[in-house]
Protein backbone atom coordinates (compact mmCIF):
# COMPACT_ATOMS: atom_id res chain seq x y z
CA UNK A 1 0.00 0.00 0.00
CA UNK A 2 1.76 3.66 -1.37
CA UNK A 3 0.53 6.25 0.46
CA UNK A 4 0.36 9.92 -1.58
CA UNK A 5 -0.77 13.36 -0.44
CA UNK A 6 -2.66 15.38 -3.13
CA UNK A 7 -0.52 18.55 -2.12
CA UNK A 8 3.10 19.03 -1.60
CA UNK A 9 2.66 20.07 2.04
CA UNK A 10 5.47 18.76 4.62
CA UNK A 11 3.71 16.40 7.51
CA UNK A 12 2.55 18.17 10.65
CA UNK A 13 2.87 16.35 14.06
CA UNK A 14 0.93 16.22 17.14
CA UNK A 15 3.20 14.59 18.52
CA UNK A 16 6.48 13.12 18.24
CA UNK A 17 5.27 9.63 17.14
CA UNK A 18 2.05 10.56 15.70
CA UNK A 19 1.37 11.27 11.88
CA UNK A 20 -1.46 13.71 10.79
CA UNK A 21 -1.97 15.28 7.63
CA UNK A 22 -1.98 19.34 7.31
CA UNK A 23 -5.19 20.73 6.83
CA UNK A 24 -6.73 19.84 3.72
CA UNK A 25 -4.86 16.91 2.65
CA UNK A 26 -6.27 13.70 1.86
CA UNK A 27 -4.64 10.58 2.20
CA UNK A 28 -4.74 8.36 -0.77
CA UNK A 29 -4.42 4.89 -0.31
CA UNK A 30 -3.49 2.50 -3.25
CA UNK A 31 -4.12 -1.15 -3.09
CA UNK A 32 -0.89 -2.09 -5.00
CA UNK A 33 1.39 -2.66 -1.65
CA UNK A 34 0.14 -4.14 1.41
CA UNK A 35 0.44 -1.92 4.26
CA UNK A 36 -2.00 -4.56 6.97
CA UNK A 37 -0.35 -6.43 9.27
CA UNK A 38 -2.16 -9.73 10.14
CA UNK A 39 -1.30 -11.76 13.24
CA UNK A 40 -3.13 -14.61 15.66
CA UNK A 41 -2.71 -13.91 19.27
CA UNK A 42 -2.42 -16.78 21.55
CA UNK A 43 -3.52 -17.45 24.86
CA UNK A 44 -6.97 -15.79 26.01
CA UNK A 45 -9.03 -16.46 28.65
CA UNK A 46 -11.27 -18.57 26.61
CA UNK A 47 -8.52 -20.68 24.52
CA UNK A 48 -9.44 -18.85 21.56
CA UNK A 49 -7.26 -17.72 19.18
CA UNK A 50 -7.33 -14.25 18.60
CA UNK A 51 -7.14 -12.12 14.59
CA UNK A 52 -5.32 -8.98 14.69
CA UNK A 53 -5.54 -6.90 11.44
CA UNK A 54 -3.72 -3.44 11.80
CA UNK A 55 -2.90 -0.48 9.23
CA UNK A 56 0.52 0.30 10.23
CA UNK A 57 1.99 4.13 9.51
CA UNK A 58 4.76 3.51 6.80
CA UNK A 59 6.26 6.90 8.33
CA UNK A 60 6.08 6.25 12.35
CA UNK A 61 5.37 2.36 12.02
CA UNK A 62 2.41 2.79 14.58
CA UNK A 63 -0.98 1.26 14.27
CA UNK A 64 -3.11 3.68 13.05
CA UNK A 65 -6.43 1.75 12.91
CA UNK A 66 -7.22 -1.92 13.97
CA UNK A 67 -9.46 -4.75 13.75
CA UNK A 68 -9.56 -7.73 16.29
CA UNK A 69 -11.74 -10.74 16.14
CA UNK A 70 -11.92 -14.83 17.31
CA UNK A 71 -13.69 -17.38 15.30
CA UNK A 72 -15.98 -19.34 17.55
CA UNK A 73 -17.95 -22.34 16.83
CA UNK A 74 -21.72 -22.12 17.83
CA UNK A 75 -25.01 -24.44 18.73
CA UNK A 76 -25.59 -26.23 15.82
CA UNK A 77 -22.11 -26.32 14.49
CA UNK A 78 -22.04 -22.80 12.84
CA UNK A 79 -19.18 -20.31 13.51
CA UNK A 80 -18.75 -17.03 14.28
CA UNK A 81 -16.46 -14.22 13.35
CA UNK A 82 -16.92 -12.51 17.24
CA UNK A 83 -15.45 -8.77 16.21
CA UNK A 84 -13.89 -7.86 19.63
CA UNK A 85 -13.17 -4.64 18.64
CA UNK A 86 -12.56 -1.81 15.53
CA UNK A 87 -10.42 1.14 16.50
CA UNK A 88 -8.76 3.78 14.41
CA UNK A 89 -6.90 6.77 15.83
CA UNK A 90 -8.23 10.62 15.89
CA UNK A 91 -5.85 11.40 12.78
CA UNK A 92 -6.83 8.87 10.64
CA UNK A 93 -10.27 8.90 11.25
CA UNK A 94 -12.85 9.57 7.97
CA UNK A 95 -9.84 7.95 5.55
CA UNK A 96 -11.49 4.74 5.29
CA UNK A 97 -8.96 2.32 7.40
CA UNK A 98 -11.70 0.88 9.30
CA UNK A 99 -13.86 0.20 6.34
CA UNK A 100 -11.03 -1.59 4.59
CA UNK A 101 -9.78 -3.50 7.74
CA UNK A 102 -13.14 -4.82 8.58
CA UNK A 103 -13.85 -5.78 4.96
CA UNK A 104 -10.20 -7.56 5.26
CA UNK A 105 -11.33 -9.16 8.30
CA UNK A 106 -14.45 -10.36 7.04
CA UNK A 107 -12.70 -12.26 4.22
CA UNK A 108 -10.22 -13.77 6.33
CA UNK A 109 -13.47 -15.01 8.22
CA UNK A 110 -14.80 -16.62 5.50
CA UNK A 111 -11.59 -18.17 4.76
CA UNK A 112 -11.44 -19.89 7.56
CA UNK A 113 -15.31 -21.60 7.52
CA UNK A 114 -17.24 -18.43 9.90
CA UNK A 115 -20.95 -18.58 8.53
CA UNK A 116 -21.47 -14.69 9.73
CA UNK A 117 -19.80 -12.66 11.71
CA UNK A 118 -21.11 -10.11 14.59
CA UNK A 119 -19.84 -7.09 16.43
CA UNK A 120 -21.57 -5.18 19.49
CA UNK A 121 -21.69 -1.41 18.35
CA UNK A 122 -20.35 -0.02 21.84
CA UNK A 123 -21.18 3.74 21.07
CA UNK A 124 -17.99 6.28 21.87
CA UNK A 125 -17.50 9.79 20.72
CA UNK A 126 -17.79 9.24 17.00
CA UNK A 127 -21.00 6.85 16.88
CA UNK A 128 -22.67 8.24 14.08
CA UNK A 129 -19.26 7.51 11.84
CA UNK A 130 -18.84 3.85 13.32
CA UNK A 131 -22.57 3.38 12.70
CA UNK A 132 -21.82 3.97 8.72
CA UNK A 133 -18.46 2.29 8.30
CA UNK A 134 -20.47 -0.62 9.92
CA UNK A 135 -23.38 -0.14 7.61
CA UNK A 136 -21.35 0.15 4.42
CA UNK A 137 -19.01 -3.14 5.17
CA UNK A 138 -23.09 -4.89 5.10
CA UNK A 139 -23.33 -4.99 9.23
CA UNK A 140 -26.69 -4.28 9.90
CA UNK A 141 -28.18 -4.26 13.73
CA UNK A 142 -29.71 -7.34 15.03
CA UNK A 143 -33.32 -5.46 15.35
CA UNK A 144 -33.43 -5.24 11.42
CA UNK A 145 -33.34 -8.93 10.87
CA UNK A 146 -36.18 -10.96 10.80
CA UNK A 147 -36.78 -12.53 13.84
CA UNK A 148 -36.72 -16.44 12.28
CA UNK A 149 -33.23 -15.32 10.67
CA UNK A 150 -31.62 -14.13 13.81
CA UNK A 151 -32.65 -17.67 15.57
CA UNK A 152 -30.95 -19.69 13.20
CA UNK A 153 -27.89 -17.78 13.63
CA UNK A 154 -27.65 -16.29 17.12
CA UNK A 155 -29.81 -19.28 18.92
CA UNK A 156 -31.89 -19.24 21.96
CA UNK A 157 -29.87 -15.87 22.94
CA UNK A 158 -31.87 -14.00 20.67
CA UNK A 159 -35.05 -14.53 22.29
CA UNK A 160 -33.22 -13.43 25.68
CA UNK A 161 -31.90 -9.76 24.31
CA UNK A 162 -33.64 -6.89 25.14
CA UNK A 163 -34.97 -4.20 22.14
CA UNK A 164 -31.90 -2.57 23.28
CA UNK A 165 -29.40 -4.80 23.08
CA UNK A 166 -30.81 -5.55 19.76
CA UNK A 167 -29.92 -2.42 18.17
CA UNK A 168 -26.53 -2.64 19.70
CA UNK A 169 -25.19 -5.77 17.94
CA UNK A 170 -24.57 -5.54 14.42
CA UNK A 171 -24.62 -9.15 11.98
CA UNK A 172 -23.44 -9.50 8.50
CA UNK A 173 -24.57 -12.78 7.12
CA UNK A 174 -22.30 -14.96 5.20
CA UNK A 175 -25.21 -16.98 3.29
Do not use: C
Request: charged share 35%; glycine share 8%; net charge positive.
Amino acid sequence: MRFFRKKKQPLQRKTKDRMTLAKGEKLIIHEKESMYHYQTITGNKKGIESKELSFINPVTGERESTVQFWIRKKQGGMKSADIKWVATTPGFRGEGLAKKLLEEAVKKAKEEGADYAILRFAPLENAEAAERVYRKTGFVPLSEVPSEVARKYIGGRYDRMTEDEKREVFVLLFD
